[in-house]
């Protein structure tokens, strides 16, 4: 199993964002565009996991807690490493200190079970687009400076997910494994 800790996002800034993606779409059709409904916030990749590891991740997840749940605002777009040779088109996210310390929970966590903790420090976004090469086409770059500050909503969280994805032809596809509360007061 291909396994991953993420947040799900609000429907509305699911909306918002599959007006950008189509808007941007008939601009650069080439480029690898992430499907609105696959849109989340990533807290933790664990990779392949065996399905005899499965109840032990949960198991661990399920202990991770936070006082509050997290607040996150989605607002402006950018790239990594750069926009002079980006790998990755992103929304960004401002977030609320305690998304940080949950993220390092759940790599904790998972750690303990032979999972490798990130190598990179967290940095909350939502991947858009993958470029392969890293190579940003003039027209595609002029529409998207036009919208680099943009609002996109935002999102009060006190539950993540652990999700399996299947690599397919025509994308992945992601299947939600088990939700876990990790706030008493979610909204």
């Known amino acids: ?12 800034v699911r909306e918002n964002l599959a007006n950008l993606l189509q808007s941007l779409r ?8 992430v499907r609105p409904e696959n849109l989340h916030v990533t807290l933790k ?3 392949e996991a065996p399905q005899a590891k499965l109840a032990g ?6 202990e ?6 997290v607040t996150l605002e989605f607002r402006g ?4 490493p750069n926009e002079k040779h980006p790998r990755v088109f992103w929304a960004g996210i401002e977030a609320s200190p ?4 949950l993220a390092a929970d759940i790599d904790g966590a998972t750690e303990k079970l032979g999972v490798p903790p990130e190598q990179r420090p967290f940095s909350p976004h939502l991947t858009l687009a993958r470029f392969e090469p890293p190579r940003l086409q003039e027209k595609l770059r002029a529409v998207i400076q036009g919208k680099v500050a943009r609002d996109f909503g935002s999102l009060r969280a006190g539950k993540f997910h652990l999700i399996e994805s299947k690599l397919k032809p025509s994308g992945a596809e992601y299947t939600t ?6 706030a008493a007061a979610e909204v």
């Open 1 to 12: 199993m291909r396994l991953f800790v993420a947040l799900e996002i609000p429907s509305a």
């Open 26 to 33: 008939a601009v650069s059709p080439q480029t690898k565009w």
């Open 45 to 47: 990749f664990i990779g």
């Open 57 to 62: 991740i949960c198991g661990a997840l399920a």
């Open 64 to 69: 991770v807690r936070s006082e509050q749940p």
């Open 77 to 80: 777009l950018g790239f990594f």
């Open 98 to 101: 305690n998304l940080k310390t």
């Open 177 to 182: 494994v088990e939700s876990f509360s990790f």
